[in-house]
């Protein structure tokens, strides 16, 4: 077929176009739409009071950090580890360990913060927690009956994730006290009895995203006492542990509690050192028995496939949050002691802006979290992204609808708010703005059979 003349028959398409239900279906699921919307809705409306992002507080950031932090890095390969000048050359310049090169670090952090004690070959250094989280899952995915349980409302970044490896999701109920236990032990039995196989609860027990539950310790340990009586892995994520809010002591970790290596642990630097550098972390020391017989932590598997995503997570960014463990003993809660001041600070001021603007009785509800970044407001009518396009259009804020939490579609009559990345100004401005939102909307017909 002669083309030289520029001219295309009419049955030759030109163009190579493509159909999203030719692509994995993942790619057309809601929630991998989630955070681009979200986004997108924030990018629109640049003047509007951000109540959505749960990004860190900017304030406290320094460029002259991390040309500190990469020399505390270099100096710590030269002097501590012995390495030559060739040595440190190729750690910070090539290609690196797959497993990452802070193991080490990020396994004095976690005896130093949260008490665990880890080989550190049971760890891999990720992009971010979420490449930890595909990771986990594409591992754990291994066949069709394969199912995961997530305490719900969840993170979407999970639920995407478990999208991209065909490993559907299975909500657990939380309720205020983070995890209904009873529910957990119905629905592993109710899949099995369906011929599934749940391979592991994911539960965020500090001051979860978006809930702002927390687990006590109480029910921490009936939870691992749980997934031991039932076989089940847990997947511990704790971006938030560090900050809790004033007069709440922290609690310790599932991971710290556990006894029978039952939790994979997923650690985030994104809130604790910079989100920039995208550094995460997968505590995975769950002992794997290999085709050749040669017993291995899950880290080693988890590896593999990491070689085969990102290859290795990127030594400069490694070497700067090396460095800003280095610098404080690899204490992330040192580290931290202004971010969670401001963090306790602004959760107070929300949760007390609330009250004076929603005084009782109101048919306006929210949670009061003992830390982290988000709280829940629950309203009698129901929250969808039309709602916060008008929000963000007609009353200059942002925040997020529960919905984008729960994987179906039934109604939410709930937002999230959160208070990490505005000063409390721009919470008193933000909640007016919000509380003239709901009065409007109040006046308009109620639904009440929305989940709140
Ligand atoms: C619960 C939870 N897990 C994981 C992440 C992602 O962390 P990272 O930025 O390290 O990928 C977030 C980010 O907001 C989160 O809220």
Not at 15 to 26: E, I, R
Request: proline content about 7%; aromatic content about 6%.
């Amino acid at each position: 077929m002669d083309l030289s003349a520029g001219v295309a028959p009419d049955d030759v398409r030109v163009d190579c176009d493509l159909d999203v239900a030719d692509l994995h279906p993942a790619v057309g699921d809601p929630a991998l739409n989630s955070m681009n919307f979200l986004n997108e809705v924030a990018q629109r409306y640049p003047d509007a009071v951000s109540l959505a992002a749960g990004r860190p507080y900017e304030e406290f950031f320094d460029v002259a950090d991390l040309h500190r932090h990469l020399e505390a890095f270099r100096a710590h390969l030269a002097d501590d580890l012995g390495y030559g000048p060739a040595q440190v050359h190729r750690a910070l310049f090539q290609y690196g360990r797959t497993k990452g090169i802070i193991h080490d670090l990020v396994a004095r952090n976690l005896a130093v913060d949260e008490e665990i004690t880890v080989d550190p070959e049971s760890i891999v250094v990720t992009v971010g927690c979420q490449e930890a989280m595909l990771l986990v899952l594409r591992a754990l995915r291994a066949g069709p009956a394969d199912v995961l349980l997530a305490v719900a409302p969840t993170y979407v970044g999970l639920t995407g994730a478990a999208r991209l490896v065909d490993l559907p999701v299975r909500p657990v109920a939380g309720g205020p006290a983070g995890v209904d236990l009873a529910d957990l032990r119905e629905q592993v039995r109710r899949a099995r009895a369906e011929g599934l196989r749940p391979r592991a609860c994911y539960v965020m027990p500090d001051f979860a995203n978006p809930s702002g539950a927390s687990i006590d310790l109480a029910d921490r340990r009936r939870l691992l006492d749980l997934a031991a009586a039932e076989d089940l892995l847990l997947i511990e994520d704790n971006p938030y542990g560090l900050f809790h809010a004033d007069g709440a002591g922290r609690v310790p970790t599932l991971k710290a509690l556990d006894t029978g290596r039952r939790v994979v642990y997923l650690g985030s630097f994104a809130k604790t050192v910079l989100p920039g550098a995208r550094v995460g972390y997968v505590v995975a020391d769950q002992r794997v028995r290999d085709a050749d017989g040669t017993v291995g932590p899950l880290a080693d598997q988890l590896a593999k496939i990491k070689s085969m995503v990102t290859v290795n997570t990127s030594a400069i960014a490694q070497a700067v949050v090396g460095g800003a463990l280095l610098a404080h003993g690899c204490s992330l809660v040192a580290a931290n002691t202004r971010e969670r001041a401001a963090y306790a600070r602004n959760l107070r001021h929300l949760v007390n802006g609330l009250a004076r603007r929603f005084p009782d009785p109101s048919p306006v509800r929210w949670n009061v979290p003992a830390g982290g970044f988000f709280a829940v407001v629950s309203v009698p009518f129901p929250v969808d992204d039309a709602l916060l396009r008008r929000s963000a259009e007609d009353y200059g804020v942002l925040w997020t609808p529960m919905a984008h939490f729960y994987d179906d579609t039934a109604p939410v009559a709930a937002l999230r708010l959160s208070i990490s990345a505005v000063t409390p100004g721009q919470i008193d401005a933000g909640l007016d703005r919000l509380a003239a939102l709901i009065a409007d909307e109040l006046t308009r017909s109620p639904v009440p059979a929305a989940r709140r």
